[in-house]
Structure formats: C-alpha cells, structure tokens
C-alpha cells in the first residue's frame, strides 16, 4: 500500500480576524509546531470522481475531517501551511511576506471550546444592525494589518530600534484586541489572560475566531534576556478560573 508522509506547521493570526470577512487585512503566520501525518492510499478501492470527497480521520486526536474535491482548490488561508511562512490576506489575494526579525510569543490555549460559523455570522449581524460604525471598526482593523506589515518588514538596526519594534507592536496587538471586543468575539476566559499577563506588562490579543480558543502574547526581547528565572506556569496561576496550554514560539 502506498504511504505518503507530510508535515504542517501551526497557524496564527496576528490581525485581521474576523474583520477579513468584510474586506479588510488579515495577516497569518505558520508557527514552529509542527503535525506529522502518514496517508495511505487503500488500492482496493475504485477510483473517485468530481464529486467525491477527501475524508481524513486523526484517530489519536479523534478528529473527522472531508473536503469535496472540487473545494480543494479554493483553500486561503491553508496557504501558509504549505509555505511555511507569514501572509498578507485581503479580498482573496495572498502575498507572501518576510519578517525582518522573529518574534517570539506564548500561545494561551484558554481550552474553551467555540463554534467559529457562530461568531462569524454574530459579526456580520452586529454590521448589519450598525453598518456605519462597524465599517469604521473593519476600517480601524484594516489599518492596524498595514501598520503591522510595514513595521514587520522594516529593519531594525540596534537594541534601540528593537524595542521601539516591540513597543509599537504591543500597541497594535491591543488596539487590535479592543476592536475585536466590539466585534462581540471576545470572551471571558480571554480577558482572563489578558489582565493576568497585563500584571506582568505584557500584551495578548486572541488569535483566531475568538469566543475562547487562543491568545498570543508578545515575548519582547528584553524579558528573553530573565527567561530562565521566570516560571510561566506560575505566571499564569490564576485559581479554578481558566486552564491553560503554554506554548513559546518564534516564527519569521
């Protein structure tokens, strides 16, 4: 039986959740965790057409997934699964992009569960019911992706000019977050993690749908230099409140 191997990073977004739906810039990023896969092809059965369907079956993670053939092609964001590096999205064109210098996060899992189509549809309800201050919202969203890209692919020339970087990140990263609180996407678990990492002067927006799920939170550079004396698992002790998986990162 033939056996095809892959592997596939993990996948953030840094901006533009939710916000892309309506037009504006999303920027996405693959992630040094990687999934191995081993697919095998059962040359018993007989050969599918148009309509048939990709299943895939993650028995370890008892995870189901199908995609119909004829949907394949049309996969967005997946496309920096295969590339392995960070994008820019809007209004279905992808470009591909170069982070001048890594950055480094810790990825949150709040381990609350969330229904994606749910709060995609609360948002485009939310537009519908305040056309005029959503649009400024999507706005606001779309110009904090292009910030983001620009201050990502500029240099940095010293220590100075890296925490300068830094700074203005975290300033976007909350903005960002703050939009999406108007949004609706929030979630109690998430501002959790926002105001326990906000004790620690760090800065966290959710990744993703929202509604729980993710949080990034900004490592700047200066905190990597006390790493090793920092407990993260203490710094995120916070009581029956919330659970969490802790991931450090770093993606280019």
């Known amino acids: 039986m033939a056996q095809v191997r892959a592997r596939a990073p993990g996948k953030i977004i840094l901006s533009g959740e939710h916000a892309v739906v309506h037009g504006s810039t999303a920027i996405a990023a693959a992630i040094d965790l990687h999934t191995h896969v081993s697919f095998r092809l059962d040359p ?118 890296v925490t300068a970087r830094e700074e203005k990140i975290e300033e976007l990263m909350e903005m960002n977050q703050g939009l999406l609180q108007c949004m609706g996407v929030s979630h109690s678990s998430i501002e959790t993690v926002l105001q326990t990492t906000l004790k620690y002067k760090l800065t966290s927006k959710l990744t993703g749908a929202g509604g729980g799920g993710c949080v990034l939170t900004l490592l700047p550079t200066c905190i990597l230099l006390i790493l090793p004396i920092i407990s993260f698992s203490s710094l995120f002790v916070i009581g029956n409140l919330i659970s969490c998986l802790l991931f450090i990162v770093k993606f280019t």
């Open 44 to 161: 018993s059965l007989p050969p599918g057409d148009e309509e048939s369907a990709v299943d895939l079956e993650l028995k370890d993670m008892a995870l189901k997934f199908s995609w119909p053939s004829s949907k394949l092609r049309e996969l967005s964001f997946n496309f920096i699964l295969n590339t392995g590096s960070m994008i820019q999205f809007k209004s279905g064109e992808l470009i591909q992009i170069k982070s001048s210098a890594p950055l480094r996060m810790i990825i949150t899992n709040t381990k609350v569960g969330r229904n994606t189509k749910v709060l995609v549809a609360g948002v485009s309800g939310r537009s519908s019911r305040h056309l005029v201050a959503m649009s400024s919202v999507f706005t606001a969203v779309d110009c904090i992706s292009k910030e983001l890209l620009t201050i990502l692919e500029s240099p940095a020339a010293d220590d100075i000019s």
